[in-house]
């Protein structure tokens, strides 16, 4: 009997899932077809930007990548060609260029070289110039020294050394000349810097002191206009007046009720 019973619930529940559904189908079959059109517009519209949102996130991040590989590269290349000419000029020769390049960045950016106080900044040929020197200096020390490293040396050995030493000093003293030069003209690009500066100053001074001039005059003007058009008689002056005339009305009337 229990059985029959069950049987009976799950065919009411079945019988009421039936008409839920078809109630919703007919729901749905009610909504207008132009709220489909939308709806369907709407959701094509939000999928159109889920992608672009995707495809913009993995664009940037590639971007991110490809900006990071790149400084790495050139990070790498700057030491490769730190290195290489480290190689070829000396590392005490490679710094003083490395020092002249600085002195030149300082004087291309330096305000004095932009407004064109310094003429011609162009130091590509003295740069040239310091690297040729300490280069062929380098080759001459490293020929010297595996001349030197033979066995038994010939006077005539000894001669061609002693003159590559010198030639070697005559190369690199005359390369950091060249280098300190450029040092000097970043110092003195510098002082001509902190010269257009304090111009730059006082002209700004003397323009306040213009301004204020002029408010001061106007001011000036304004009060002894003032001080012209302001009454004989003041307030105050009035009020002592009187106070006097109340004395002299009062010792008047002590003079008489003496007399009596």
């Given at each position: ?184 003209c970043a110092r003195e690009a510098a002082l ?69």
């Amino acid at each position: 009997m229990s059985s029959k019973k069950a049987d009976s619930n799950d065919g009411c529940l079945g019988m009421g899932g039936l008409m839920l559904l078809f109630l919703v189908i007919g729901g749905v079959m009610m909504i207008p077809k132009g709220v489909w059109i939308g709806l369907g517009v709407l959701v094509g519209l939000a999928v159109v930007a889920w992608l672009g949102v995707i495809v913009f996130q993995e664009v940037d991040k590639r971007k991110q990548v490809r900006s990071v590989e790149l400084e790495k590269q050139r990070k790498a290349a700057a030491v490769a060609e730190k290195q290489a000419r480290t190689e070829r000029l000396g590392s005490e020769n490679a710094r003083s260029v490395d020092l002249a390049r600085s002195a030149v960045e300082q004087i291309v950016e330096s305000r004095a070289a932009r407004e064109g106080w310094l003429g011609d900044v162009d130091f590509a040929a003295d740069i040239e110039g310091i690297e040729s020197d300490f280069a062929r200096a380098q080759e001459l020390r490293m020929v010297a020294n595996e001349l030197k490293d033979l066995p038994e040396p010939s006077p005539e050995d000894r001669r061609l050394l002693a003159d590559a030493v010198a030639a070697t000093d005559r190369l690199e003293n005359a390369g950091r000349a060249r280098v300190a030069l450029i040092a000097d003209c970043a110092r003195e690009a510098a002082l001509v810097d902190e010269s257009l500066s304090d111009e730059d100053q006082r002209a700004r001074t003397e323009e306040q002191r213009e301004e204020l001039h002029r408010r001061l005059s106007t001011m000036l003007y304004g009060a002894e206009a003032s001080a012209t058009e302001s009454p004989s008689e003041s307030a105050a002056d009035q009020v002592l007046a009187r106070v006097a005339g109340y004395r002299e009305i009062k010792r008047q009337i002590a003079d008489t009720a003496g007399t009596e």
